[in-house]
């Protein structure tokens, strides 16, 4: 009987345990289920402050983001060996030329050392201001989701959009690479 009784007992513990844990989840479930992609990581920096950094421009000059304060800027996170980040350049460079003389800094942060970064502009003519930082620099400001990605930071330092790739040319990107222009001319309007 006393085996029973404690059975019993240990049942009724399980079920309201049971029951709790229900309740629980379902009350986690009202939200709608927002799965992590490149687009809401993205969508997510909208608002933050840009993260400090420290690097090297492709000069050897130290260049920190405490060098971006108050400046409109355009950060392109690329690599030497990466096709897609030259494939964007001449549209990136075509921002250069339209908005370059308006006040916009254009930065390009990449992992490739310093020198081999300056051989690949001299090469290629990609017109952004290059500061080289480690991988594991990168990967701690969190702000690119792959390369390449695009960050455009009010004059205030905080990010307004990021997307990956830039093209007007290309149907994949070309609507999220209007809206980054779109949030660029606003910017320079106020």
């Known amino acids: 009987m006393a085996g029973l009784f404690l059975y019993l007992t240990l049942m009724k513990i399980y079920l309201i345990l049971l029951l709790n844990i229900f309740s629980f989840t379902a009350l986690a479930q009202d939200a709608p289920v927002r799965w992590a992609t490149q687009e809401t990581f993205f969508e997510d920096l909208a608002g933050k402050d840009l993260p400090s950094f420290k690097g090297v421009t492709i000069n050897k000059k130290t260049f920190s983001n405490i060098d971006l304060k108050n400046q409109v800027v355009v950060i ?7 096709p897609p980040c030259i494939a964007e350049m001449p549209e990136l460079n075509n921002l250069v030329d339209k908005y370059g003389k308006k006040a ?5 942060i990449t992992h490739d050392s310093a020198a081999s970064a300056k051989r690949f502009q001299k090469r290629n003519g990609y017109k952004y201001q290059i500061v080289s930082l480690t991988k594991e620099e990168i990967r701690k400001l969190n702000i690119n989701h792959g ?3 695009n960050v455009l930071v009010g004059k205030d330092g905080k990010i307004i959009y990021a997307t990956a790739n830039i093209s007007f040319s290309d149907p994949k990107f070309k609507a999220k690479s209007m809206l980054f222009e779109e949030k660029l001319k606003a910017i320079l309007e106020n």
Do not use: D
């Open 76 to 82: 392109n996170f690329w690599f030497e060996k990466c």
């Open 104 to 108: 916009v800094r254009f930065i390009g």
């Open 147 to 149: 390369f390449p990605s």
